[in-house]
């Protein structure tokens, strides 16, 4: 076992090295270029055995994943923001093809005003797509959920593909100690990938990516809501697998100090290692606070959510995104689907800072709320 | 049942499709009236007419196209 400082970029690319995928294509954007940047060196240094194919732009590098998943290989691509906006249509289509690769998404805010600083509204701005969407909160969790998601996306009972989604900057360029797998050990993890419902070859011929009239489409739109309740339980397996073999454990979510708790924190991504500590400082002034950090986005844990804030009184959810005319994404599924006192707070769209203030604030603002969803940080006129 | 993911797996799965259902009014061939022009079976656009002037259901869809070229009007249009 290796321990190396990096950044979450670095992280990834080595858990795709460590995953072995045969088709990269993947097309640089700030800040997810570096992942792009290292993957591109492994493949010239021969650490990978992989086509790294250097595409025009960002649809034809989510295009030629989906066709080279649909030949049966293994295949990793990467992006953020405009880039994963000019993927949309392709990953529906990857998601109703079945195909089972991962994408990394380094959240960046979208365009206009342009923005290259972190918020998460790229990849929940994608979450009809049908892809299992996984939110990090630093490099070694980015790491490891890379190449769990390889496995998971891969299950039989799943075949829909992942998105790891990683904070820009906050988690893609800051550097960290982390714990490299063993290779072996990943061997036995993650086995070559067999395709066993869509492969090209010529002694089965068949064809993927086709139509389908009013007769089958509903059908095949239901199985893959089947595919994606299958997931929360098979993304609960590969974490305990994962654990078992590696050491760290991981979730659908993660509760911290939850059980007594009368007001929790419910967060996404790296605000979550802010929280924490604002958690244990409240603790400290007596206050019964807790957090509870959703990895799992798609599939949506419900029951996983509702086990962990059952004992609270009030739910603290903390988007850095917002459907505009409703409130945060993650307010908006908690409150339609979590039947606990909720309120919404937006925070950090487009990089503004975070603080541990406006934590504090937004422990005030549910104890004391004045209204449903509040924009903590706004600059007075 | 379709594939995951609608794979197809096998070939000629196009009839698979049936397209009947697209279809509001449906021609009904009156035999009586009917004098073997053959016109019904020529000008259907979907093959949905045989030789024998039998109408497939399955992938007629509607068109009306047999019933306007008939000409002695044996073919009705009636709503499904």
Known sequence: ?381 | MVAIGCVVKNPGSSKNNKTGSWRTFKPVLDKDKCVDCENCYIFCPDASINTEREIDYDYCKGCGICANECPVDAIEMIKE
């Open chain 1, 1 to 381: 076992m290796v321990k190396e400082v990096m950044t979450s970029n670095k992280a990834v690319a080595e858990a795709v090295r460590l995953a072995k995928p045969q088709v990269i294509p993947v097309y640089p954007i700030t800040p997810q270029t570096t992942i792009s940047e290292y993957l591109a060196q492994y493949v010239a240094d021969e650490k990978i055995d992989a086509k790294y194919i250097k595409v025009e732009s960002e649809h034809s590098a989510i295009s030629a994943s989906v066709g080279a998943s649909g030949a049966g290989v293994r295949v990793f691509t990467a992006t953020s923001s405009q880039g994963l906006m000019l993927m949309h249509e392709i990953l529906f289509a990857a998601a109703g093809m079945r195909t089972p690769f991962v994408l990394a998404d380094a959240n960046r805010a979208i365009s206009a005003p342009l923005n290259i600083w972190n918020d998460q509204q790229d990849s929940i701005a994608q979450r009809d797509a049908g892809w299992l969407q996984i939110y990090v909160e630093n490099a070694q969790e980015a790491l490891d959920t890379t190449l769990m998601a390889y496995k998971v996306s891969e299950n039989p009972k799943i075949l829909l593909p992942s998105m790891v989604c990683l904070d820009g900057f906050i988690l893609t360029h800051t550097v960290e100690p982390v714990e490299i797998p063993e290779q072996e050990l990943v061997d036995e993890f993650l086995p070559p990938y067999k395709p066993e419902h869509s492969f090209i070859d010529t002694e089965t011929p068949m064809s993927i990516g086709t139509f389908a009239d009013p007769e089958n489409y509903l059908e095949a739109r239901h199985d893959m809501q089947v595919a994606m309740d299958n997931a929360k339980e098979v993304i609960q397996q590969t974490c305990d697998e994962f654990a078992e073999k590696f050491g760290r454990q991981y979730g659908l979510v993660d509760a911290y100090k939850c059980d007594d708790a009368e007001i929790i924190y419910v967060a996404m991504g790296s605000i979550c290692s802010t929280i924490r500590a604002i958690v244990d400082e409240l603790r400290e002034a007596g206050e019964k606070v807790g957090l509870l950090k959703i990895r799992a986005y798609r599939p949506f844990p419900v029951e996983a959510i509702e086990e962990a804030v059952v004992n609270c009184d009030k739910l603290a959810v903390v988007d850095k995104n917002v459907t505009f005319g409703n409130g945060g994404a993650l307010f908006t599924d908690i409150k339609a689907k979590i039947h606990k006192d909720a309120y919404g707070f937006i925070v950090g769209l487009g990089g503004r800072d975070i603080t541990p203030k406006e934590i504090k604030e937004i422990y005030e603002k549910t104890k004391n709320p004045v209204k449903e969803v509040t924009w903590i940080g706004l600059k007075e006129e």
